[in-house]
């Protein structure tokens, strides 16, 4: 039987803030700068990422950046389709009773702003929000796990109407702003140095998932991590993939997630877990659609060779790596490079790894249009002379096969230097400045 008004109301007022103070929160700037400016197109705005990784919040922050520009709370709506009364009725019509419900309860005086989360949860919610759109009668925020997100028919249905932003967890520089550490300069940058190197092995062990930051005991943020993980293979993977084989597609997750950085073919993965090229196949792609895991191509001008050629892993989240290797004092090099990859991918850089002529590896080539503009390699420290030896013959040997001189880098944990070496120039960056620019 289909709630009523009365009981959908009830559950919309715990949810929203018509008559209570809004929570305190963290400000993410990084985020709320593009979700206001995709705002204000009046186009259908969609955030999606991987879950916990504080699109909610995200929200929430929009909606007190709504307030301060004058609009009245009972404009506002925010439905969470995740809460536990509202299962066994998520249909397209218990959005329509919502929406009613709220217009006849709150009667707001000027065109309201639809808060919707975890609207996956509802089979053909993007027909009934193209409905809405086209009358604009309201303001349209969508949230949901990214495997729902990107499917061909969303993406035919709400073509060109729609705009989406990827949420990530916490940067470092987030993850600071977040324990209350501010940087404003390059002299706050040197004196609180102790207090960075601190937080940034905090970081190394535990990851950026925002709700971590509160805890401290480190058996609760092992549990809680297993938690996420469970959650985004049984919720994003299993259930909406209606897959039977749960424990090969939770083999292959963690492996992909322990082994990050780590060149992956799909013939391994259907060895490794005996299981069909097709299935090995078609579980890396589910993966990388729940933001659980990303591909790195290896370099090629040939866009089929590129497509051929082995892939490099990396995790969402260097904490969910962690928690699913068991060897994080081994993991330094692996996690400072999946903490570089998730950097330039924030960043917006399009990136690749790379192997020279001579089988020398380039951990990532950053190529902007047609032209390679850098080379970066990422080591733990250069105190070993065979390390430093090795990292830097790489960049020249890579640099050497590009018409043009692409800046090389190597960031490590070291101090900051510019080397010469053999005719080429290598900047060595430490990687807490290389975060924090």
Request: contains cysteine; charged residues 25%.
């Amino acid at each position: 039987m289909m709630l009523n008004k009365e009981e959908i109301f009830e559950i919309l007022a715990t949810w929203n803030y018509w008559d209570k103070p809004l929570p305190p929160t963290v400000a993410r700037p990084h985020y709320e700068k593009k979700i206001a400016r995709k705002a204000r197109t009046g186009e259908i705005l969609i955030l999606k990422g991987v879950r916990r990784s504080g699109k909610s919040t995200l929200l929430l922050n929009e909606i007190k950046r709504i307030i301060a520009e004058g609009h009245d709370i009972s404009s506002i709506l925010y439905v969470n389709f995740e809460d536990p009364r509202l299962l066994g009725h998520l249909t397209v019509e218990l959005m329509e009773l919502i929406k009613e419900t709220y217009l006849e309860f709150m009667t707001p005086k000027e065109k309201p702003f639809f808060f919707f989360d975890e609207v996956q949860n509802l089979t053909g919610w993007e027909k009934w929000i193209l409905k809405e759109y086209a009358t604009r009668a309201a303001h349209i925020y969508v949230t949901g796990s990214s495997s729902s997100l990107l499917s061909r028919e969303i993406g035919t249905a709400l073509s060109g109407r729609y705009l989406d932003i990827t949420v990530f967890p916490l940067s470092f520089a987030e993850f600071l702003s977040f324990k209350g550490i501010s940087i404003c300069s390059k002299t706050d940058k040197v004196n609180k140095k102790t207090e960075l190197n601190r937080a940034f092995r905090d970081f190394m062990t535990q990851g950026g998932f925002p709700k971590l930051v509160e805890i401290t005991d480190l058996e609760s943020q092992q549990e809680l991590l297993k938690s996420y993980f469970d959650s985004i293979l049984l919720r994003d993977i299993v259930a909406r993939h209606n897959l039977t084989n749960y424990r090969a597609m939770e083999e292959m997750a963690g492996f992909l997630l322990a082994n990050t950085s780590s060149p992956s073919s799909t013939n391994k993965l259907k060895n490794l877990l005996g299981i069909s090229f097709e299935k090995a196949r078609d579980y890396t792609a589910m993966l990388e659609d729940a933001c659980l895991i990303f591909q790195l191509h290896r370099f090629s001008w040939s866009l089929k060779k590129q497509l051929t050629n082995v892939r490099k892993f990396y995790a969402i989240d260097i904490g969910l790596a962690n928690r699913v290797s068991f060897q994080v004092g081994s993991r330094q090099g692996q996690n400072l490079e999946n903490i570089v990859f998730l950097e330039l991918i924030r960043r917006g850089c399009e990136i690749y790894y790379y192997k020279t002529k001579n089988d020398h590896e380039i951990d990532f080539l950053v190529k902007e249009g047609q032209e390679v503009t850098e080379l970066i390699q990422v080591s733990y420290n250069l105190k070993d002379e065979q390390t430093r030896k090795r990292e830097f013959t790489a960049l020249k040997s890579a640099a050497a096969e590009f018409k043009k001189m692409p800046k090389c880098m190597v960031l490590t944990m070291d101090r900051n230097e510019t080397i010469q070496w053999q005719n080429i120039s290598i900047e060595v960056k430490n990687m807490i400045d290389w975060l924090l620019p």
